[in-house]
């Protein structure tokens, strides 16, 4: 009976007829419904076949470390086939004999991609770490071990800065007492003549001068 069946396939060379040269290697074994690269993983590519369990046994068995472009290929059941069970393998060890059991991709590759995936994480996170303001301290959570030198240091700074704003404004509270306790200039006269003095009582009359034009008796 015919069914459609999933394969991993794995080629360390992958040029621009890559998929076509790869459909034309699993057509001699059935119809080839689709080939196309893993979303999951970029290393692999899909190959779904509609076969015979036999003719898809006899796929893995010829296609797996055949010549391709001077490197070899890697082909194995998707790993919900029955195929790829363990018990089903044993029973056929022959056909299964360079069958890839762990993973499609090489253990190599995978131990250069892990390599290169920890050098990639430890330097987006050297990269993305926001920077701390001065006199603002990260959470202690986010601290961890590492973190007691860096907060003793920025405590200290943070008290030294406190230190000098109170010494700033006794400073500035001095200068305006001394403002207001010196004298401030005396105001200048009024232009004109200067008043007289006066050196008796205006209102005490003493003689009065004039001509007398008429008395009333």
């Not at 200067?194 to 007398?212: F, Q």
Request: with cysteine; hydrophobic share 30%.
């Amino acid at each position: 009976m015919k069914k459609v069946r999933t394969f991993y396939v794995y080629s360390p060379v992958t040029p621009k007829s890559y998929l076509e040269d790869l459909s034309t290697a699993f057509s001699q074994f059935g119809k080839v419904v689709s080939c196309k690269q893993s979303a999951r993983d970029n290393l692999i590519t899909l190959v779904e076949l509609k076969s015979s369990q036999r003719q898809a046994i006899r796929c893995v068995k010829e296609l797996n470390e055949v010549p391709y472009k001077g490197e070899s290929l890697r082909i194995r059941f998707a790993e919900w086939e029955e195929e790829d069970g363990e018990e089903f393998r044993r029973s056929r060890l022959v056909e299964f004999r360079k069958y890839p059991v762990d993973s499609v991709v090489p253990p190599e590759i995978r131990q250069k991609r892990l390599e290169g995936d920890g050098e990639g994480t430890a330097a987006a996170a050297s990269t993305s770490a926001p920077e701390v303001p001065i006199g603002v301290l990260p959470p202690s959570s986010s601290l961890g071990g590492f973190g007691a030198t860096d907060s003793r240091a920025l405590n200290s700074l943070l008290m030294t800065l406190q230190q000098q704003q109170a010494k700033a404004r006794q400073t500035l509270a001095e200068m305006g007492q001394q403002q207001t306790s010196e004298p401030g200039p005396s105001p200048s006269p009024m232009p004109g003549p200067a008043p007289k003095k006066l050196t008796s009582d205006p209102y005490d009359l003493k003689s009065v001068e004039g001509k007398v034009r008429n008395i009333r008796r």
